[in-house]
């Protein structure tokens, strides 16, 4: 299952999907993984929640960033909840959310797949963002 988290910047989404990811830690059974553009949020989750900033990675396109999910995943069958907080950020200018259609599909059917929820915060007003997004909003 994906659910994304909508609002333009300082909406109080990564907010959100901290203190989601923190209260996810009393239902969770598996291991929660945060994914964010940056270091300045990592200790504000709690010990238990693997972080992981995506900038190190050099992620250059949508394709790379689910590869990413795909080799999180296939490393370790524990994984129930991977939250994503700033993912436009991550990726190059160049790549808009009007392009994004696959990387939504393709993580869908990996979440569903894999039994993974996946909750991504995406920036931007949701009369704007394409409904392949904004389908998943919560």
């Given at each position: 299952m994906?659910?994304?988290?909508?609002?333009?910047?300082?909406s109080g989404?990564?907010?959100?999907?901290?203190?989601l990811?923190?209260?996810?830690?009393?239902?969770?059974?598996g291991?929660?993984f945060?994914?964010?553009?940056?270091?300045r949020?990592?200790?504000?989750?709690?010990?238990?929640?693997?972080f992981?900033?995506?900038?190190?990675y050099?992620i250059?396109?949508?394709?790379?960033?689910?590869?990413m999910?795909?080799?999180?995943?296939?490393?370790?069958?524990?994984?129930?909840?991977?939250?994503?907080?700033g993912?436009?950020?991550m990726?190059?200018?160049?790549?808009?959310?009007?392009?994004?259609?696959?990387?939504?599909?393709?993580?869908?059917?990996?979440?569903d797949?894999?039994g993974v929820?996946?909750?991504?915060?995406?920036?931007?007003?949701?009369?704007?963002?394409?409904?392949?997004?904004?389908?998943?909003?919560?």
């Open positions: 994906i659910q994304v988290i909508l609002g333009n910047k300082g989404k990564t907010l959100k999907l901290i203190s990811a923190n209260d996810a830690l009393k239902d969770e059974r291991n929660i945060f994914i964010d553009s940056h270091n949020h990592m200790y504000d989750l709690h010990r238990d929640i693997r992981v900033n995506g900038s190190e050099g250059d396109s949508a394709e790379m960033f689910y590869g999910i795909c080799g999180m995943i296939s490393a370790n069958f524990d994984i129930t909840l991977i939250v994503v907080d993912l436009l950020k990726l190059p200018p160049e790549v808009t959310p009007d392009k994004l259609e696959n990387l939504f599909n393709r993580l869908a059917q990996l979440s797949l894999h929820r996946l909750v991504i915060g995406v920036s931007g007003d949701a009369d704007a963002l394409p409904e392949f997004i904004t389908k998943y909003a919560v």
